[in-house]
């Protein structure tokens, strides 16, 4: 029997439980929010960072070497919010309503449990996607909650 390896992978991913993120950028007056759970702490010295983003995903034109941006852990009560910010045919409405906030220019998920502000220092490209390397310039964190977490395809709070 052959085994279909992406079939078998996806079923993989699906045991591991992640933290739900949110990549949040602005280029001029346009801003743009992904909901991403390829994200992973790179070094401590410097603290870094690596996300990992499709190409075809609308934040990926903007982010380059030297963009700025924040990686923000969503709370439990951020179920809604992440939603949002990975529905494709909402893209529109992702920065309407009181759910954000800004540093230094740089648009953050106000009811997270952190925000971590980065500047993206190195970018690779890989198939589908790319790896971006980003240095954190700053950060706020808000101890009063717990994570919000993907397993088995649904939101776990």
């Not at 990992?52 to 030297?66: F, T």
């Not at 919010?81 to 990975?86: D, G, H, I, Q, R």
Request: hydrophobic share 35%; charged share 20%.
């Amino acid at each position: 029997m052959e085994q279909n390896i992406n079939t078998d992978f996806l079923e993989a991913m699906r045991k591991m439980t992640s933290t739900v993120t949110v990549i949040a950028s602005r280029e001029g007056d346009t801003q743009y929010a992904m909901t991403a759970t390829s994200v992973v702490s790179l070094t401590l010295e410097p603290p870094s960072m690596l996300i990992c983003i499709n190409k075809n995903a609308s934040i990926h034109s903007i982010l380059s070497e030297k963009a700025k941006l924040s990686i923000n852990i969503l709370s439990t009560d951020q179920k809604e919010f992440s939603e949002l910010c990975s529905n494709k045919s909402r893209e529109n409405d992702r920065f309407k309503g009181d759910d954000w906030s800004y540093q230094d220019d740089i648009p953050y998920a106000t009811n997270s449990v952190s925000s971590l502000f980065c500047e993206c220092k190195q970018v690779i490209d890989y198939e589908t996607h790319s790896i971006f390397m980003c240095k954190i310039i700053s950060l706020i964190n808000n101890d009063s909650r717990d994570c919000l977490l993907y397993h088995n395809a649904s939101y776990n709070v």
